[in-house]
């Protein structure tokens, strides 16, 4: 049973920065990819950004240069560290694990809200 927690989400004013924490439990964390995605109401789940167990990044044209996922395989964490927030950012962050690249494991959400 894999379980994920996300942490870190809120309201940040415009150029902002927030750092958003996913603990999982499971012993296929460390094998797995790890990522962070994000939804609007009425719109789908949108990749933000990946990371493979060797620690290969993707990104998000949209977050690109301005985000930045890491993790801490000790730790089963994964972090996604955001600056120069954009209100077009607001969106509910998910945290998802991808295990042998076919099952799915998602988080409940966090809420990042950029506004002044």
């Known amino acids: 049973q894999v379980q994920l927690v996300e942490s870190g989400g809120g309201l940040v004013q415009p150029g902002g920065s927030l750092r958003l924490s996913c603990a999982a439990s499971g012993s296929i964390i460390r094998l797995s990819t790890m990522g962070w995605y994000r939804q609007v109401p009425g719109k789908e789940r949108d990749v933000v950004a990946t990371i493979t167990s060797g620690g290969t990044t993707v990104y998000a044209d949209s977050v690109k240069d301005r985000f930045t996922i890491s993790r801490d395989n000790a730790k089963n964490t994964v972090y996604l560290q955001m600056a120069s927030l954009k209100p077009e950012d607001t969106a509910v962050y998910y945290c998802?694990?991808?295990?042998?690249?076919?099952?799915?494991?998602w988080g409940k959400g966090t809420l990042v809200t950029v506004s002044s």
């Open positions: 998802n694990v991808l295990f042998s690249g076919a099952i799915n494991y």
